[in-house]
Structure formats: C-alpha cells, structure tokens
C-alpha cells in the first residue's frame, strides 16, 4: 500500500525540464557555498570559547594547560589536514546531464578562509605558549648557547713575596 | 635549555635550604689541624694539676699549654691581629702563705690600635684569665718592629706573705708593678729612655734593671715597695748578660775587663770578679759565658764558645761580709768537641739537687742531625734542620732522677723525649708547627687509577693489542666471569652495607697509607700542598688530612714563596710543580721543580732573577711559559727554551702587565717589546696615580682559571643581564686615613688599557683599627666583593672628588655613591662650597658591599667589539663579535648594594666548582676563630628594597635586608675552633655540588662545602630497600597477573 502510494508520488512527480534542473543546480550550489562559507568561518566562532578555556588553564606550566594547548594544536593542525575533507559534502556532484566534471573553483575562497581560521587557532596556541613561556623568543632561551668570548689580551702582575 | 632550566631551578631551591652536616657526619666531612705556631717562649711547668708545658709563640702571637704526655693542646689563646707577643714568661704564684702554689703564665703583648702594653696572666692549668693589665705609655716607635720590642721586656713575679706582684720591664725604659689580686698599677717607673734596658732581676726588696747605654752598661737599682730609683752600683761594664736566682744573687759576665765573670749580691752593693780559670773553665773569652740559676745561690757557669767545648762548673754565691764570694761545687766533665749543652735540675728547694745535662751537636750533614744525651746515649734526630733550641726538664719521679726533652727544629717540629723505664729517651710525640706558617698553597688532582699503558684488566696494553681479537674477548670474559666470582662472594656484605643507612665507609682511621695513591670516584680525595716560611713544604691529602709527603729544603737559604702548577696531573702522570722562591734573603729569586706526588726534585735550584720580581705566567696549547720581570723591567722566561720564546713570541703583541703591592700610591702598567738582541723588556704604557693620601689597601684581580657556565643572569621577565667578564679586570681597594677620618675608595682598573671603569667612595670606611685589617676584596664571577669597617659619619672626610688620572666622570661618581637607597642622605657642603653628598650611615659596624658588572645597563644588550649594541631582542649570537678587546670597551654597568656584617671578618674566600652550575658561597673567616659562608645569592645586590615583584619572585629574589642574618647552620666549621683563619682556598670536586676548601693561618682546615646541596648524590637516607622491594614485588605481579590473564583466556575459549 504504502509503496504503491509513493510510487504514485514519484508518478505524480515530474520530471525538472532543463531550466529547472539549473535553477536547482544553482539553488544547489549557492546553498552549498553558502554552509562552505559557515564551515570556514566556524572555527573563528571557536575562538572565543578556546581563548576563554585557555585563559582559565592560567600560564603556569601543568598538566591541564599543556593538555588544554596541546589539544587546540592538534585540532587546528588536524583540521587544516582535513580540510578537502570537511569541505567534502560541499563539492558540486556531477548531476543533471552535462557530463563535466564538477567544478569546485568556488570552495577554493572557503577553503582558504577556513585554513587561516585555523590559523587562528593555532596562532592562539602559539600565543599561549608564548605566555606560559614555552616559546624560545627572549635572549635568555639562547643564553647557554653563546660562546664565551675569547679575550684578545692578557694582563697580570704578582709579585714573588 | 629545560634541563639546564630544571637544574636552575633544582639549584635555586636547594640553596633555601641550609647545608647543616648530620651529627655522624662530623669529622667524614671535614679535618682540622689545631696549632700553636713555632714557640719561641718554652718552659715545663708543674702544678698540682700535674705537669704541662707552656709554649708562647711570637711568630703566631699564640699562648699555649700542652700536655707533655700526649702533645696535644690543653688550651690556647690567640691574640686579637693587632696585638703582637712580646714576651711570655711563667711564673709560680705562691698564695695563701705559701701553701698553695699556682703556676701562671704572664704574657706582654703590644696593642698597636691604642699603643698600649697589655699585661695578662693565665693559669696553666685551665687557662683562665686571672688578671689583664693594660698599660698607656708613650709608644716607643721602635715597637713597630716587634722584633726590637721583644728584646726590651721582662717579666719578674714577687712574691711576699700579703700579696703578689708582677714587676714587668717593657719596651721604652718602663718599669710596672702589677698586684695580680686585683689587676691594679700599684708604681710606674719611667727610666731615661736613651738607655735600652733589657733585663730585669729582683733581689730582697729591690729591683735591678740592666741596660745598653752607648755600650755601657746602665744597672739601676729600685726599690720594690714604690719603684723609687735608689742607686746605680757599678757603671764601668761593657757588655753583659746577667742571670739571678729566686731570691737572692746576680751572676753576670762581663766583657771589657778580660777573663773575668762578675758575682753581684744585691744587698752588699758590691761586684766580685773571679776569672774562668778558677772555675776551672780554662781561658776562655768571657763574652761566651752562660750563667743558668739552679737554686737561690746555685748557678752553672759554663762556656759556650762556638766549634769549641764546652765546660761548665756548679758554683754557689754568698754573701761573705760585704762581698760576694764564689765557690765551686763541682766541674763538669768537658763534652764532646762542637757540643753545645744544655741544664735543668729539679725544682724544689727541699729536694736533692740533681742536674741533667745534655750535650748535642749542631753538626751538619744532609740534613740528618744527632745529638747525644751524656751518660743515656745517642739520640738519633730524624731529618728536620739544625736545633734551634732544646730545653731540658728533670723531675724525681718515685724517688728516681728522670728526664724530659723538648726539641724545636728548624722546620718547625716539636718534638718531646721522654725517659722511658730502660733510662733511654725515647720520642714520645711530635708536632709539626711549620703548618702553622703557611706561605702559599695549591690543590693537585692525585692521579687516575686507570692508565694509557694497561688495559682494563690490567695487562700491559701492548701486549694485549697484539692478540687477536677472539683471543681478546675471550680473556675478557674469563676476566668479567672472574670478576663476577669475587663480587658474589661479597654479596652479603654488600647487601647488608645497603641494607643498612651507612654514611662514609672510609674513614681516617681506616685510611691505607700503603695503597696506590690515586684519584677516588668523586674526586673528594686531591693533594693539598702547603709551603710555610720556615722551609718545609707539606702535601696532605684533602680527604682525611694525611701527610703523603714532607720536604724540608733547610740546608739552603731558599725560601718558597709561591707555588705554580708547571704540568697538571695527566691520567697516570703525576703533576710537576714550581717552587718560586727567593735566596739569600731575597736577594736572588729561584725555581725548583718537584714531583707533586713523592715531593722528589727534578733538578736543582735554577736561578731565575733578582730581588723583587714579578712572576707572570703565558698560557697557550695547555703550555705553561712564566715570564720573570726584575726591577728593570728586564724579562726572562721560565722555562728560556726555544719553544717557550717561540710561544711567548706569539703572545707578545698581546701581553700586558702591570706593578701594584700593598701601601702604593700607583699602580703602573707595562707592555713587553723584543730587542734586537732577543730580549724581551718592558715599556711602561700606562700609570694610574692615586690622589694624594690614598694607598692601596687591598687588590684582586679576577681569576681567568674560573668556568664560566652563563653568560648573563636571566631576570624575571626573561631578558638577560649580560655579564661583564673581562679576565684583566683589576680591583682595587684604596685607603686614605687623617688622625679621626678614614675613607675607602674602590677602583676597577682595566690592566691592559689602564682605564678606570668605575671608582666608587665609601666615606667614613677603613680598618677597624690600626693593625685590625678589614679591607679586603674579592673577585666572583662577575661581581667585586668588598669588606670594609664603618666608622659612622663623623669618620667621613668629605672631599671634592679629586680628578683621577684616567678621568672618570664626576656625575656618576656622585651618583654611584648615592645610588645606595638604604644610606641616610645628609647633603654637606665641603670648605669649597661643593654639595657632595654624605653617603655614611649613622651606624659603626662590619660592612660588606657588593657590585655587580654588567656590559649594559639595559636588558639583552651587549658591549660589541665595536662599541654598538644591539638592543634588539631578536638578535642571536651571530650578530655579536666573539673577541673581546680592551682597546674598544665601554664601562661596565654596575649595580651596587651594602650589607652589615654582624662579625669581624680576617680573611674572605670563594667555594668553586668544576662547572660553576652550583651557587658560589662567599666563605668569611672570622675572629671568632670559625669559617662561614654566606650564599652568593644573599650577596646580591639586585635584591628589590621596595615591595616585591611578581618579576622579583620568578627570578627568586630575596627582599633586601641590611644585616646579612647570622645563621648557625652556615658554619662551615660547625662546633670546631679554627684560629686565625688568613687565606681560604678552594678547589672543585669531581661533583659539581661539591668544593673542596681549605682555610689556614694559625690552624689548618679543610672541608667540604656544597652551597646548593648534593644535588648530583642521593641523599644517605636513599631507600634502597623500598626500590628493590618495589621492583621485585612489580615483577612478581606482572608474573602472577600473566598466569592469571593466561588461564582466563584459555577457560573463555572452552566456552
């Protein structure tokens, strides 16, 4: 009954001429940029709920900050890997009848946009190295591996008393 | 970078802590030598206490008694640094109607910070101070000699039925009467200066005082009860030594009236002659009379004619109507030819007289010296330098005549004879005072257990090198096996040695003198090799104190002075070390090189200059080349082979040095030029002259030797204080002292360029008192620590800062003498009309003040080669030059602090370790006769004033706070006594926490310091049971949840 029913839907249903099926297409592909562009920008949305979690790890060197920064580093890292991935759903498929293949030229701009997002992100943690002091910026971090500076001339005068 | 971080911070934490030895620990840590320094005052004293021996000791201003049974010290007492030891003398008090009989020690010392006389008196037996005297006379300027003084005083003790007075003779014609019961003055005499008088004997209710005047004897006669002079008996003598029983008699002999010896009874107010002949004494020249009282009217009159013998004679003195009348007892048998002798009898006036002499030759011979004991037989003395003096003591014990001999030699040895049972003298103890004059030290590393010419099994390696390869594995594993075999028989002793918390199990008792001489596992075990100026030279190992070997160099006049490393020890080779000394006198100057391991010579005596000389030293290629300057600036090399020349050669565009010694008025720098003949001679380059009244009071210049682990100090908010470490910086501690002002100033002197960096003031600083020193420098690292005695602010001289030669710039003068926020800021005004600010606190006390160099005053910049600086905080090493040039410097940036030190400091030193990781401790020598060490880290003058920081903490800075706390855990030399601390050395330890150090000038002290904890040991308390058991019991569970996974697995298969 039931399958008798919906196959008089899909008979009631008509087929899209061609000008429908490129509204559709269309339709489709704006709609699917337009998530892109959400799913690029969705990492900066993270940021300030990661910048919040990692303000309250504090700057002090434990367990929980390491874990905290570590984890934002191979979130970002992971992510920019995956991006083809995450963008994946977005690709126009090959539908309707041109037999071309589908062109993505327009995910390149998300694509971008969600790498430097991650960046971002990864900046932050960057950052937070910085403030823990993780990071060999200062002069101090190089200190050990100066030379010690050979003294051209040589001086002295002790007496025989 | 976060291990080095880690151990920084492991560092830091430790160093909270103190470093306090355990109770069981003292004595594995650390040795002492305790000592009274070469006696010139000997005598035996017996008490009812029993018998002890009173030593004095004017070289170490040291008063002592010994036991004579053990030679150790009963007690001592050492003089404050500006009193000299003029005279000690015992004395027998008789008190309570002459029932009870006190021995007492009187000892006259010299004060030269209030140029008073100081009369004490000790009891022998407990050395309790029973009365102290100070006596105010006009200084006689002669007594800044001591040595002139010495021989100006005499102590004489009276005694009557109601009290008992001390009649003293001091230096400048002064004649003191001193009641003991009560410390009082009761007469001062004051005779005519002109006369040096040097004897002083006492006679029924008088008082003869002997002197020169012009060569002619000057004897006055004064009355007991008041001092009074009464009447000058005989002026027509000449030269004279007089000699006087207890009570009674005078014997003197006397040149100018030939062969005659003049007796002298004191109430008859006249002189008898009698000639040698009748003393049967042979014709003899009086001028060689020795006179020792036996008794009241009991004296041997012997003569003492060097090369010939000796005779001498008993003769008794009395009274025969108005003159005197000399008797002969008995005529000794004359001794061997070339013997000097020596006589004591019993004391005690009721007992037989017996007289003990002794007959010794001075004879030398390859420094083995003999003497003999007549009737008791030869006495062989073993290799120390002539006698200096022998003293003889008799006693009757159970009824029989026994004797007891103190030999002084001079190398410095004490050594006591005792008659045994068998009548023969037998050494009964020795002691080496010579430790107590050291003159120079240096630390040798023993050599290693391994070396280059054996394999690891012992073999030759040669031989094993041309075995084939198989036959070698399999002899190394019959070795390993063996090896393997002897380790599990001692398996139970050495699991019950861990099972139990044992410390060191070595100890100085259980020390092997007979084993190898080697270097142990961590290094604690080195050569300490002393140099004393009495000629002997001593090397002791560090860990127990043990003599490896002693060197007397006796028998000629070289005297050492400094000791230099020429070759360190190298695997198996032992260490070669030069002897720089003088001969005859400092006349000449003169090398000996010796093998630091047997102390045998390699070669003799080299000469190598005149008096006076510097002795530089040129290091190059691990090469060693010591340049030797003379008083003309002339330069010759040690060792003047080619190739040092050709190393010197290539250092002299390079080479600089300079002349300062302590009470100069400049310091001159020299430069050294070839000649056309191949000479080398210096040109003077450069001259500092201190304004006028200033005179160097004590310089250091930094040590090149010292490891540098960090350039720079890393500060809170992680920037970096870059460190200013130039090797030819020269600190120089200048003194300008007025009658009630004294004023310090502090130079940093670049020795190549002779630039002053920095020159600071400290007003109203100096000694404590005359001949108190208590200025002395020291170089850590990269900070100038400077002691100093605050006399407050009336002390100040205020000045207008003088222009130094070398200009310094006046502005930061000022500033740098204000920059210290804690000093009170009284702003005066000089005659000039000048505003100098008064930098004095209103307090008097010990103050340290420590300065810190930096090349910039800003964070990450450094002095370039060029004189830039990159401030840039970007900027890595590669943007700065590696060499570092005088020629093209900038001053230093300095931070500077004070601190109040609550204890009178004699000698300041520094730990050093192999790496310089480990803080350095500052180790100060106190006049409280111990050794503390303050951690660098409390020295510091970035310590914040004002509230502190979050930046403060993380660099782990303490809050600043004046007084440096006195801390009983930071006595390095806990509960024991070490005297008159003078020089602290140290040397590093195979372990980077660990320095060894040694401190030294009356005693002898060695320990070990670790100032920021062993850090690189496990603790003693090391649970290794708790690991082993630990581990076991994890195998054990891994085994039993294996067995029990395994059959779970299996019965889930059955299902």
């Given at each position: 009954m039931t399958h008798t029913s919906s196959k008089d839907r899909t008979e009631i249903k008509k087929e899209p001429t061609a000008e429908e099926q490129a509204a559709i297409d269309a339709n489709m592909a704006n709609l699917k940029l337009k998530k892109s562009w959400e799913t690029a920008i969705a990492p900066l949305k993270q940021v300030p709920m990661q910048g919040f979690m990692l303000y309250m790890s504090g700057n002090s060197v434990q367990i929980y900050s390491i874990m905290v920064t570590v984890m934002l580093f191979m979130n970002s890292f992971n992510a920019i890997l995956g991006t083809n991935h995450a963008f994946k759903r977005f690709e126009s498929t090959s539908s309707g009848t041109d037999k071309k293949p589908p062109s993505n030229a327009n995910l390149i701009f998300p694509k971008i946009v969600y790498i430097l997002a991650q960046c971002v992100l990864f900046g932050l943690g960057v950052y937070k190295c910085s403030s823990m002091g993780l990071l060999p910026t200062s002069h101090s971090d190089w200190l050990s591996f100066l030379e010690v500076k050979r003294v051209v001339e040589y001086s002295s005068g002790t007496y025989l008393q | 970078m976060v291990a080095i971080q880690f151990v920084g911070a492991l560092l830091l934490a430790a160093a909270q802590t103190a470093s306090a030895i355990h109770k069981d620990q003292v004595g594995q840590l650390e040795w002492l030598k305790s000592l009274v320094g070469q006696s010139s005052h000997v005598s035996f004293a017996r008490s009812q206490a029993g018998a002890s021996l009173a030593v004095g000791s004017v070289l170490a201003d040291t008063v002592a008694v010994l036991s004579p049974a053990t030679g150790s010290i009963v007690w001592r007492h050492l003089l404050a640094a500006n009193e000299a030891l003029l005279h000690v003398s015992r004395v027998i008090l008789h008190l309570f109607n002459l029932f009870f009989v006190r021995t007492v020690l009187a000892a006259t010392s010299f004060d030269a910070a209030t140029t008073t006389f100081h009369v004490r008196t000790f009891d022998v037996a407990t050395g309790f101070a029973l009365s102290s005297v100070v006596v105010k006379q006009k200084t006689p300027t002669f007594c800044d000699n001591s040595k002139l003084c010495e021989k100006q005083v005499s102590v004489k003790l009276v005694t009557s039925k109601t009290e008992t007075r001390l009649v003293a003779l001091l230096p400048g014609s002064t004649v003191v009467c001193i009641d003991l019961a009560d410390s009082r003055i009761v007469w001062l005499q004051q005779l005519d200066a002109s006369t040096s008088f040097s004897q002083l004997e006492t006679s029924a209710g008088n008082l003869i005082v002997l002197g020169n005047a012009n060569g002619v004897v000057d004897v006055e006669l004064l009355s007991l009860a008041d001092g009074s002079v009464k009447s000058s008996p005989d002026p027509s003598l000449k030269t004279?030594?007089?000699?006087?029983?207890?009570?009674?008699?005078?014997?003197?002999?006397?040149?100018?009236?030939?062969?005659?010896?003049?007796?002298?009874?004191?109430?008859?107010?006249?002189?008898?002659?009698?000639?040698?002949?009748?003393?049967?004494?042979?014709?003899?020249?009086?001028?060689?009379?020795?006179?020792?009282?036996?008794?009241?009217?009991?004296?041997?009159?012997?003569?003492?004619?060097?090369?010939?013998?000796?005779?001498?004679?008993?003769?008794?003195?009395?009274?025969?109507?108005?003159?005197?009348?000399?008797?002969?007892?008995?005529?000794?048998?004359?001794?061997?030819?070339?013997?000097?002798?020596?006589?004591?009898?019993?004391?005690?006036?009721?007992?037989?007289?017996?007289?003990?002499?002794?007959?010794?030759?001075?004879?030398?011979?390859?420094?083995?010296?003999?003497?003999?004991?007549?009737?008791?037989?030869?006495?062989?003395?073993?290799?120390?330098?002539?006698?200096?003096?022998?003293?003889?003591?008799?006693?009757?014990?159970?009824?029989?005549?026994?004797?007891?001999?103190?030999?002084?030699?001079?190398?410095?040895?004490?050594?006591?004879?005792?008659?045994?049972?068998?009548?023969?003298?037998?050494?009964?103890?020795?002691?080496?005072?010579?430790?107590?004059?050291?003159?120079?030290?240096?630390?040798?590393?023993?050599?290693?257990?391994?070396?280059?010419?054996?394999?690891?099994?012992?073999?030759?390696?040669?031989?094993?090198?041309?075995?084939?390869?198989?036959?070698?594995?399999?002899?190394?594993?019959?070795?390993?096996?063996?090896?393997?075999?002897?380790?599990?028989?001692?398996?139970?002793?050495?699991?019950?040695?861990?099972?139990?918390?044992?410390?060191?199990?070595?100890?100085?008792?259980?020390?092997?003198?007979?084993?190898?001489?080697?270097?142990?596992?961590?290094?604690?075990?080195?050569?300490?090799?002393?140099?004393?100026?009495?000629?002997?030279?001593?090397?002791?190992?560090?860990?127990?104190?043990?003599?490896?070997?002693?060197?007397?160099?006796?028998?000629?006049?070289?005297?050492?002075?400094?000791?230099?490393?020429?070759?360190?020890?190298?695997?198996?080779?032992?260490?070669?070390?030069?002897?720089?000394?003088?001969?005859?006198?400092?006349?000449?100057?003169?090398?000996?090189?010796?093998?630091?391991?047997?102390?045998?010579?390699?070669?003799?005596?080299?000469?190598?200059?005149?008096?006076?000389?510097?002795?530089?030293?040129?290091?190059?290629?691990?090469?060693?080349?010591?340049?030797?300057?003379?008083?003309?600036?002339?330069?010759?090399?040690y060792p003047n082979s080619p190739e040092a020349r050709d190393l010197f050669d290539l250092q002299l565009s390079t080479f600089y040095y300079y002349r300062i010694k302590k009470g100069d008025t400049a310091v001159r720098g020299f430069m050294v030029e070839k000649l056309p003949g191949g000479e080398y001679k210096g040109t003077q380059l450069w001259s500092v002259d201190l304004p006028a009244g200033e005179v160097v009071a004590d310089y250091v210049q930094k040590d090149r030797t010292e490891p540098i682990s960090s350039l720079g100090r890393v500060l809170g908010n992680r920037s970096v204080l870059y460190k200013y470490l130039n090797p030819n910086l020269l600190a120089l501690a200048t003194l300008r002292e007025t009658k009630s002002t004294s004023n310090v100033y502090l130079y940093l002197i670049d020795t190549v360029t002779g630039s002053i960096l920095h020159r600071a003031s400290y007003l109203g600083a100096g000694h404590a008192a005359k001949g108190l020193d208590s200025i002395y420098l020291i170089q850590v690292d990269n900070s100038v620590i400077l002691s100093y005695y605050n006399h407050g602010p009336e002390a100040a001289e205020v000045l207008v800062e003088p222009e130094v030669k070398g200009s310094v710039d006046r502005d930061e003068l000022k500033e740098t003498a204000g920059s210290n926020k804690r000093r009170k800021k009284n702003t005066l005004v000089s005659k000039e009309g000048n505003v100098v600010r008064n930098t004095s606190p209103n307090v008097k006390g010990y103050e340290i003040t420590v300065l810190e160099l930096y090349e910039m005053p800003k964070p990450d910049a450094r002095i370039d080669r060029f004189g830039l600086n990159f401030a840039s905080t970007l900027s890595l090493n590669t943007r700065f030059s590696d060499t570092y040039t005088s020629f093209n410097t900038q001053k230093p940036s300095i931070l500077q602090q004070t601190f109040v030190f609550p204890a009178q400091i004699t000698a300041i030193g520094s730990t050093r370790t192999g790496a310089g990781i480990t803080s350095r401790e500052i180790l100060f020598g106190l006049t409280s006769n111990q050794l503390y060490g303050v951690n660098l880290r409390i020295l510091d003058p970035r310590r914040p004033t004002g509230p502190i920081t979050s930046e403060d903490k993380e660099e782990m800075l303490f809050p600043y706070r004046a007084t440096i706390d006195y801390n009983p855990k930071e006595f390095a030399s806990h509960v024991l006594e070490v005297a008159g601390i003078k020089t602290i050395v140290s040397t590093p330890s195979s372990l980077e926490s660990t320095s060894i150090v040694a401190a030294y000038g009356l005693d002898l002290f060695v320990v070990r310091r670790a100032p920021s904890k062993t850090f690189d040991l496990l603790s003693d308390d090391f649970g290794y049971v708790t690991l082993i058991v630990t581990l076991v019991s994890l195998v054990v569970g891994i085994q039993v949840a294996k067995h029990y996974a395994e059959r779970k697995r299996v019965s889930d298969q059955w299902k």
């Open positions: - | 004279f030594s007089c000699y006087s029983s207890a009570s009674n008699a005078v014997i003197c002999n006397a040149l100018g009236r030939q062969s005659a010896i003049a007796a002298f009874v004191p109430g008859s107010q006249s002189i008898a002659w009698i000639s040698p002949s009748d003393l049967n004494l042979g014709s003899i020249n009086s001028q060689h009379l020795n006179v020792e009282p036996l008794s009241a009217t009991e004296f041997i009159v012997s003569s003492n004619v060097p090369g010939a013998v000796s005779p001498a004679s008993l003769v008794t003195v009395a009274a025969d109507g108005n003159t005197p009348k000399v008797t002969v007892l008995h005529t000794f048998p004359e001794p061997k030819k070339g013997y000097k002798s020596v006589y004591s009898a019993t004391a005690g006036d009721k007992r037989n007289p017996f007289v003990a002499r002794l007959s010794f030759s001075t004879k030398k011979g390859k420094g083995v010296k003999t003497g003999s004991v007549t009737s008791v037989g030869v006495l062989e003395f073993g290799e120390g330098g002539l006698i200096v003096s022998i003293h003889l003591d008799t006693v009757v014990k159970d009824g029989a005549p026994t004797i007891r001999l103190l030999t002084y030699f001079q190398d410095g040895t004490m050594t006591l004879f005792q008659q045994g049972k068998t009548k023969t003298l037998a050494v009964k103890w020795e002691r080496d005072e010579s430790l107590a004059h050291i003159t120079d030290s240096v630390f040798v590393d023993f050599p290693d257990k391994y070396s280059l010419d054996f394999d690891e099994l012992g073999e030759p390696l040669k031989k094993s090198l041309e075995l084939d390869p198989v036959t070698r594995y399999v002899k190394r594993l019959t070795g390993h096996v063996g090896q393997m075999q002897g380790f599990l028989k001692t398996l139970p002793t050495f699991l019950s040695s861990i099972s139990l918390p044992q410390r060191n199990q070595e100890t100085a008792a259980s020390f092997n003198k007979t084993a190898p001489l080697v270097a142990d596992r961590l290094g604690f075990r080195k050569l300490l090799i002393l140099a004393t100026s009495t000629g002997k030279l001593h090397a002791l190992e560090t860990k127990f104190g043990h003599s490896i070997w002693s060197r007397y160099f006796g028998d000629s006049t070289f005297a050492v002075k400094d000791l230099e490393v020429l070759r360190p020890t190298a695997v198996q080779n032992a260490a070669i070390i030069g002897l720089f000394g003088t001969l005859e006198d400092g006349k000449k100057s003169a090398v000996q090189r010796i093998n630091a391991m047997t102390g045998d010579a390699i070669g003799g005596i080299e000469e190598i200059g005149g008096s006076d000389v510097l002795v530089l030293k040129v290091r190059q290629n691990g090469v060693n080349v010591y340049p030797i300057v003379d008083t003309d600036e002339l330069v010759v090399l």
